[in-house]
């Protein structure tokens, strides 16, 4: 795979669909693109090759470089800036070899200073079968005295975009998780990140790109494996190209690389789709989907009953709703918040994680065997790395928390963090999750986190300290362990809603939690982002009461089940409320996930409409295009289901066989009318849902 054009060196890294070709030029200074797109794209002049004169400029500063030093970008932003014991910066690399895989999946390009004896190796990874491009960098201090990284960025991702930068991005806050935004960049530079130690909720680590004149064409994105505090900047220059820069923001101040230290940074991941927002959805799919390998399976229908007795959790009224839920057709039946010694509100008991005898007074062995005895699996929330002042493992243990010597706590609902840096914690957090796995008989695990770090120190700790860093690696060291010890344990990543979603949880978590809004109108809008990220697999959505807690525009039942089925479906409702006939109507729609379910796992998506347009649907294609599943919502924004309009809609579908007829049971499609004409779907004031499936004749 490797060419030599002329002086300089040239790789082409293959993806599904797509390549990606970089090349070192002859004065072997940096690493640069030749062409990001599909197939054949690295043919003919490159479209982010720059030759032109660069007055007040560098020729760095112009180049697409794939990974920058201030020596290689002095004005226009740097991946890596190096500081020495003397303070002096301008580390300035140079090529000295690679390894690169006959399959043309893989390629790691070294680097050295010459001066300070930094190497830094630039690696490239396409997983088998997708159209993403890993990347990330490991820096080895190979001289005498010690380094200071004051940035440290994974990667640089140029962009042509000719007729201006169109940005999407997802922003939001505690219960408005995955807000779907767009932004045009004409030039100058869009920021986004977290500094909180967790992605966090105002903002996802993930940024599409696509060139101003061509929104539904070729569309590249950017999304960042990180579980802590990370950066995502696109600037785009004078001469049309946007790089994007991505990795950890080093919210704790420049790491120190000491001689013979080694670091790796994470990956930050690179996405082609020719087909706009919706395709590069299906690109993240498919990468996440490959994630999960073989623990890609259809998730259990559940239960979690927090909504219904918030901490008031005791073995009675769990019974009851368990008992009711094994009715409608639930497998596994979670306990939330509340059930240990302590805990009767939030101002207490996290960190001592002991069943309340007081609340489950035959002890929590018969509990959970009574669950499942009604026929349901058993899960349980935890919340390992937070402690409340009122709790024995703080009165034990107060250095255990995130402080800085002399100044107060921040608490965070009545909260602190546990320094899970600190390895006597991680041996903590570990072995009391691990114990809770051992001694129940558990098979589900929501795992919370409800605060960001507000603290950066270690008391009594020397010297700079990469507390994000250390955090970060042991708590995916420990989930790590989790699943392997536990390999029948499904994991749900929560943070007070949808706060720690990003690619390395999609590697190591089962499911994620969006958001604790689960009101229709609001959730429509969080799971419309949400799936512009991330697969089926991972949206976990419960069917909550009406009017819900945060959105007070009700829908109907039908419309909330239908919502929920979008990814794994849950209830999280009240049950013993409900009347016989809304059991019953659940039960029917439990029934009917099941059936569908396979193909909302492994099915080919499209996103169609949205939740600001009359139409909202999504389109699961089963990948043998056998089936076709189609969730339709109806949209109106208007108050009260009376008002809505009873007009019927056509949703075209996508991607299906025009030779092919489809049949939903009634009536019989062609494949052409479904992607010409469409899917009629009929709105009225009592019918705002459908979920139909289509069968290939
Ligand atoms: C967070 C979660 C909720 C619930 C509560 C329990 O807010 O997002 O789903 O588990 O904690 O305290």
């Known amino acids: 795979m490797t060419t030599l054009t002329g002086a300089s060196r040239r790789w082409t890294l293959r993806g599904a669909q797509t390549e990606y070709t970089v090349a070192v030029p002859a004065h072997g200074r940096w690493l640069e693109l030749v062409a990001w797109g599909p197939h054949g794209v690295s043919d003919g002049p490159s479209a982010v090759a720059y030759d032109g004169p660069v007055p007040f400029l560098t020729a760095g500063d112009a180049a697409a470089i794939e990974y920058a030093t201030d020596a290689d970008r002095p004005f226009t932003g740097a991946d890596l800036v190096v500081e020495t014991a003397a303070g002096d910066r301008r580390v300035g690399l140079g090529y000295t070899g690679e390894v690169a895989d006959p399959d043309r999946r893989e390629l790691a390009v070294d680097f ?41 960025g994974s990667a640089g991702f140029c962009v042509p975009t000719p007729h201006g930068a169109l940005l999407s991005h997802q922003w939001g806050q505690w219960e408005q998780e995955f807000q779907l935004s767009h932004v045009e960049l004409g030039h100058g530079a869009f920021t986004i990140g977290s500094a909180q130690g967790v992605p966090g909720h105002l903002h996802v680590p993930w940024l599409a790109v696509r060139d101003a004149a061509e929104p539904a064409g070729p569309t590249w994105g950017v999304a960042v494996a990180w579980t802590g505090s990370w950066e995502i900047g696109a600037e785009r220059d004078t001469g049309g190209l946007t790089r994007v820069r991505a990795g950890r923001q080093l919210v704790d101040g420049p790491l120190e690389l000491g001689p013979g230290d080694r670091l790796t940074l994470p990956v930050v991941t690179g996405a082609y789709s020719p087909d706009g927002l919706d395709g590069l959805a299906r ?12 623990r890609l399976t259809p998730r259990p229908v559940l239960y979690n009953s927090w909504e219904a007795t918030y901490f008031a959790v005791e073995a009675k009224s769990q019974l009851e709703l368990a008992e009711i839920a094994a009715e409608l057709g639930v497998e596994t039946f979670v306990v939330d918040d509340g059930w240990f010694v302590g805990r009767n509100d939030d101002t207490g008991g996290l960190g001592d994680w002991t069943p309340d005898p007081a ?12 669950v499942r005895a009604l026929g349901l699996n058993f899960g349980l929330w935890v919340e390992p790395e937070c402690v409340n002042p009122r709790s024995r ?24 963090l546990l320094d899970l840096g600190r390895p006597e914690v991680a041996e903590f957090v570990h072995s009391t999750v691990d114990g809770l796995l051992r001694r129940y008989d558990i098979d589900y695990l929501k795992w919370d986190f409800n605060r960001p770090r507000t603290e950066p120190g270690r008391p009594g700790a020397a010297g700079p300290l990469d507390l994000d860093g250390a955090h970060v690696a042991n708590l995916h060291r420990i989930y790590e362990r989790l699943r392997h010890d536990h390999p029948g344990v499904l994991i749900e990543s929560c943070a007070g809603g949808g706060g720690r979603a990003d690619l390395a949880m999609a590697a190591r978590a089962d499911v994620f939690w969006p958001s604790d809004n689960t009101g229709p109108l609001d959730r429509l809008a969080i799971q419309y982002g949400f799936l512009h990220a991330n697969a089926p697999h991972l949206l976990s959505s419960w069917v909550t009461d009406a009017p819900g807690m945060f959105d007070l525009r009700p829908r109907s039942l039908a419309f909330r089940f239908v919502l929920a089925m979008a990814g794994v479906l849950g209830v999280g409702a009240d049950i013993r409320s409900w009347t016989a006939e809304q059991r019953a109507e659940a039960a029917g729609w439990i029934a009917r996930y099941k059936e569908i379910r396979d193909v909302v796992t492994h099915g080919e998506v499209h996103l169609i409409g949205g939740p600001d347009q009359a139409r909202c649907a999504v389109q699961y294609t089963a990948p043998d295009e056998r089936r076709v599943v189609v969730l339709a ?9 009376g008002l809505l309009p009873s007009r019927p809609v056509r949703l ?4 299906l066989d025009p030779a092919a007829r489809y049949s939903d049971g009634e009536r019989h499609y062609s494949g052409t009318h479904l992607t010409a004409v469409g899917l009629p779907v009929h709105w009225s004031p009592t019918h705002d849902a459908d979920l139909i499936v289509l069968h290939r004749d």
């Open 652 to 655: 075209p579908l996508r991607g």
């Open 393 to 416: 493992l703080y009165a034990e243990h107060p250095e255990w928390v995130y402080a800085v010597d002399g100044r107060p706590l921040t608490p965070v609902r009545n909260q602190y």
């Open 633 to 641: 919502w109806h949209t109106g924004r208007l108050d009260g289901a």
């Open 359 to 370: 609340k489950f007074p035959a002890g929590f062995d018969a509990f959970i065997a009574d």
């Open 112 to 152: 050295a200073d010459p001066v300070t004896g930094l190497r830094a190796t630039v690696h490239y990874r396409v997983p088998a079968g997708t159209d993403v491009v890993q990347r990330w960098v490991e820096l080895t201090n190979a001289g005498s005295g010690p380094l200071k990284l004051v940035r440290a």
């Open 283 to 294: 690109v993240w799919h498919t990468h996440q989907r490959q994630l999960a390998a073989d």
